[in-house]
């Protein structure tokens, strides 16, 4: 009982943590993408009134970072890049299409 119950709490604070824990040197947020356009929007406006908890709720479901993941740029328009991120390199089975800041995007 006493381990599962610290295993719910490492699990809570491991999604409390936001997404845009930026280091001291850098405004940059980590790279992150959404689901749908509104949910990257939904994450953003969380992250500018500091509400972590709406960062936390957005990072469990609709939105992860995409540091070290495998995928393609499909389309940019208005400073928001569509990309196709890939469960395993080149399985397009197993890819689905995200959204994301341009400056967010590694650059090719």
């Not at 009982?1 to 295993?7: D, F, G, N, P, R």
């Not at 409390?16 to 689901?35: G, N």
């Not at 995409?66 to 080149?90: K, P």
């Amino acid at each position: 009982m006493i381990k599962q119950t610290l295993a719910v709490l490492a699990v809570s604070a491991a999604l409390a943590t936001p997404v845009f824990a930026a280091s001291p040197s850098t405004a940059m947020p980590q790279p992150v993408a959404c689901q749908t356009k509104r949910e990257l929007f939904e994450l953003l406006n969380a992250e500018d009134r500091h509400d972590t908890k709406e960062e936390a709720r957005l990072t469990a479901g609709a939105c992860q970072p995409i540091a070290g993941l495998h995928y393609e740029v499909v389309s940019d328009e208005n400073g928001i890049t569509t990309i196709r991120i890939f469960a395993h390199e080149g399985d397009w089975a197993s890819s689905h299409l995200a959204f994301t800041l341009d400056e967010m995007v590694a650059a090719n």
